[in-house]
């Protein structure tokens, strides 16, 4: 099932809902989030037993990012092995836990906004882990963990170059966990501007999601609507010979089998 947030045609108040096809149809109480569904211990049935409300075409909605303000966002450094070669790096023998601020999310097609502080912007194309009640997995989404790099290499912390304003698009919608099946055989590409510069799998992850959400549990209590972002493979902006970063204008688009895609522009 795939569970959505979004703005109906002329609307100004978003609705939740489950997207089919080419279609989304809303939940029938308008007062019904994404959120909502994500602490049911089971989120596809929850959301199969609400009352169905309008539908509409999925090209006349404007999706949100599925929970708009996400309570905590974890993101996992150097994860896949050929991104840390083509970044210089060594293996971690633990996951690198880092965070993004709430306020980091950003719907999957809204333009991403350079700070003025930032000359060397990066995407990093990963598989959003979506924590469901009890700290499990409820499903995945495709997020962008858009990185300062100038910022992330001379700050010992990267709160300031991982966790800037709309650094985290993601969506398109969620996709719950029963319908994904194992989340560690996804193909995985990253397009800028209509050139393929990610293209690996999920497969390759050095540590798996379950590692993950263990790791993370063992200080930190998962609430539902959490993200944890997986990590990136190589092929990011500033493993490039020469390096190239992302510049007003640009357009990156992000598709994991399965999951969909998102697209955004950089302002």
């Given at each position: 099932m795939r569970l959505a947030t979004f703005l109906p045609p002329a609307a100004s108040t978003p609705r939740a809902g489950i997207v089919d096809g080419d279609d989304v149809t809303a939940f029938a109480d308008e007062s019904v989030t994404i959120l909502d569904i994500l602490g049911d211990p089971s989120p596809a049935r929850a959301a199969a037993a609400l009352p169905a409300g309008p539908s509409w075409p999925l090209a006349e909605v404007e999706l949100l990012a599925p929970v708009r303000a996400p309570r905590a966002i974890f993101g996992i450094g150097l994860n896949y092995a050929d991104h840390i070669a083509e970044t210089g790096g060594e293996p971690p023998e633990r996951p690198i836990v880092f965070m993004k601020l709430p306020s980091s999310a950003a719907a999957p097609g809204a333009a991403v906004r350079c700070p003025e502080v930032v000359r060397r912007l990066d995407y990093e194309g990963e598989?959003?882990?979506?924590?469901?009640?009890?700290?499990?997995?409820?499903?995945?989404?495709v997020a962008d963990d858009v990185s300062a790099r100038d910022l992330q290499g001379r700050e010992p912390q990267w709160t300031r170059a991982k966790g800037a304003d709309d650094f985290c698009p993601y969506g398109p919608w969620i996709t719950t966990a029963d319908e994904v099946g194992d989340p560690h055989a996804l193909s995985l590409r990253t397009w800028v501007n209509g050139?393929?510069?990610?293209?690996?799998?999920?497969?390759?992850?050095?540590?798996?999601?379950?590692?993950?959400?263990?790791?993370?549990?063992?200080?930190?209590?998962?609430?539902?609507?959490d993200l944890i972002l997986t990590g990136t493979p190589a092929g990011v902006g500033i493993g490039l010979d020469p390096q190239r970063f992302l510049a007003s204008g640009d357009l990156v688009r992000i598709e994991i089998e399965r999951l969909g895609a998102i697209e955004h522009s950089i302002a």
């Open positions: 598989l959003a882990v979506v924590i469901g009640a009890g700290g499990a997995v409820a499903g995945y989404a050139e393929l510069r990610q293209d690996s799998n999920t497969s390759n992850l050095i540590f798996t999601v379950p590692q993950l959400v263990e790791f993370i549990a063992e200080t930190c209590t998962l609430a539902p609507g």
